[in-house]
């Protein structure tokens, strides 16, 4: 690893959607001292959502080449929606493969989402859902065909979004929407989309009576840390980012 100023601990590289408000100033938080990002944009001009996101899928290779030779130890796909058109099977065959050519490893959202239920023992869950019905319908399938059990779906929408239905959302409709899964027979809930803001929620909730909470960025940021570490994922890694142990302080300067 060459000795850079900013990541004396590693460097990520962060493929994030075009609109998407999110996941920079999320990753800003979660990521701990040490460990730097370096983004780009995923791009399409696409008119419906489901096609830009197999365009996104398709640009996952492209995209890292805009990091030329910068010493990247890890890289982040930060669209959890583009694995749910591929599918966990497609998602696999792109990750391995870049992944051998590069020689880093390439944690997708979606994937980095299901090692955190799976370091959780989780096998019944929850889902809070900012997306279309079509798109959510989609998400249910993905995590079935990873072996969960989705028993429940609370959806948050924004009818008034000035820009972008899911990057306008804000914690109070987050919240709301999780609060109605508290007292489900759940193992663990899931916050669905890197566009949402999540950090203020999962905290707020860190102490409830409910089960474990996180989020597709929580889990992105949770795996790309430990990839970079080398540290196994298992249960207290994880509940210790689902209680804020890892980023809390951050999280409290930036408000």
């Keep these: 690893m060459a000795d850079l100023v900013y990541a004396k601990r590693g460097l990520v590289a962060v493929l994030t959607p075009q609109a998407n408000t999110t996941v920079e100033p999320e990753f800003a938080i979660l990521l701990p001292p040490g460990i730097a990002m370096l983004t780009t944009r995923l791009v399409s001009a696409r008119d419906s959502v489901e096609e830009r996101l197999m365009d ?3 640009q996952i290779d492209a995209s890292l080449n805009h990091f030329a030779n910068a010493p990247i130890q890890a890289a982040a796909f930060a669209c959890t929606g583009a694995s749910y058109v591929a599918g966990r099977e497609r998602e696999t065959e792109i990750c391995d493969r870049l992944e051998l050519s590069r020689g880093y490893e390439i944690v997708t959202a979606a ?5 955190s239920l799976q370091a959780l023992g989780a096998k019944t869950i929850g889902l809070v859902s900012p997306y279309s019905e079509t798109l959510t319908k989609a998400s249910v399938a993905y995590w079935q065909s990873a072996g969960f059990d989705v028993a429940q779906v609370a959806t948050v929408t924004n009818e008034a979004a000035d820009f972008h ?3 306008s959302l804000n914690t109070d409709g987050s919240l709301a929407a999780l609060r109605t899964l508290e007292d489900k027979p759940l193992d663990a809930i899931v916050l669905l989309g890197t566009g949402m803001p999540t ?6 909730v860190a102490n409830w009576n409910g089960p474990p909470v996180t989020s597709s960025m929580l889990s992105l940021a949770w795996r790309v840390v430990l990839s970079i570490d080398v540290v196994a994922p298992d249960r207290d890694n994880m509940l210790a980012w689902t209680k804020g142990d890892e980023w809390r302080d951050r999280m409290a300067v930036l408000r």
């Design 56 to 58: 996104y899928t398709h």
């Design 165 to 167: 239905a899911i990057y």
């Design 199 to 204: 950090l203020r929620t999962i905290l707020d």
């Design 111 to 115: 994937r980095a989402v299901t090692a």
